[in-house]
């Protein structure tokens, strides 16, 4: 073989192998997936409902590591206001969902999608008839759908990759319709919600109703105590309603359902007004705000959350974070201008806190990740 057919023969033999490795790369590559990683947070968003008729719905946001904190964030972000009456915000992928109920008469009612990251509108999802809104109240997600309770009794489905109300429910108690539905959670494939009293039925709105989601149909009501508004699902499929009772003859409670027999296992005597459940760990505000309680789902029994003395005026609601059950107290200052958002671990200590907008509800936390490839 002469100099020149050896240098090809050799080119090409190089050619070949480097083509087997590439594709012996690629093919590896190929077996695994991009799995993000939570390593920190960097902030919290916390959503505030404002006053009713004020239009001063914002969502605050507190930067951890500079310790600064921007009162209305979504404005400074979007260069407009939320809205009117903002009553949920939730996370999903990343993204997060939030509920602008409006205000009845209106039509100011929608869900703001933003990026989760930057805190910035993806799509604003109109929830308003030919003269005013469907006034939404809360949502929750099940394998790429959201699910959106309305006071007009109708639970609105949304395909979270296009962005769009795919499904509308109706749901009925016997011959009325049902109405002023209110917080909803999903366990053990089925999406339960709660039936509060409404001046359409006000001798009814005693029942949590069932809903199954393969086929987006009601199953069944359970009956609970009176204007059931709170409902929460453990990791195990436990569930727990607060109802407020009739105000007069029949007191507030917390129940217990089991999702595999959908039956009340458990009622306890406790005045609640909101409620959010880590893992298996439950957290309660009560007493109109002036108590804050950890919940043992496993018997009922509850004690004081608060270990280090941390004061506070009057609490309106409570999150507890997926990564590190860190739990948000939200102090709504006795509904002043100014609420505040207290974060404590999950032993009850204070980590840290920050101002917020008038009455503080819901946060998230945003949170910091890094990527790896994982078989599968």
Known sequence: MNRKNYLKTLVFAFGALAVTLVGCKKDKEEDKMLIPKITGTKGVYMLCEGTMGSENSVITYYDIEKKTTVKDYYKQVNGTGLGETAIDLKPYGSKMYCVVSGIQGAKKSFIDVMDIQTGKSIKRISFNGDTEGFLPRFITFYKDKAYVSRYDGVISRIDTASLTVDANLQLRN?????????GLAVANGKLYVTNSVHPLHPSGGNQVSVIDLATFTKSKDITVTINPVRIAASAAGELLVISWGN?????????????????????????????????????????????????????????????????????????????????????????????????FDKDGKKLYEFATGPLPQHAIFNYKYEYEYKAF
């Not at 999702?259 to 439950?282: E, K, N």
């Open 247 to 343: 105000y007069s003859t029949i007191n507030p409670s917390v129940q217990k359902i089991s999702s595999v027999t959908d039956q009340v296992t458990g009622t306890y005597q406790i005045d609640a007004s909101a409620l959010a459940i880590g893992r298996d760990q439950a957290y309660l505000v009560t007493d109109w705000g002036y108590g804050f309680l950890k919940f043992n789902l496993a018997n009922g029994t509850t004690n004081n959350f608060i270990s280090d003395g941390t004061a506070f005026t009057g609490g309106y609601g409570v999150t507890v974070g997926s990564f590190d059950q860190n739990v948000v107290f939200a102090d709504a200052m006795n509904y002043a201008a100014e609420g505040k958002a207290l974060v």
């Open 174 to 182: 016997g011959n009325v319709n049902a109405a002023g539905l209110e």
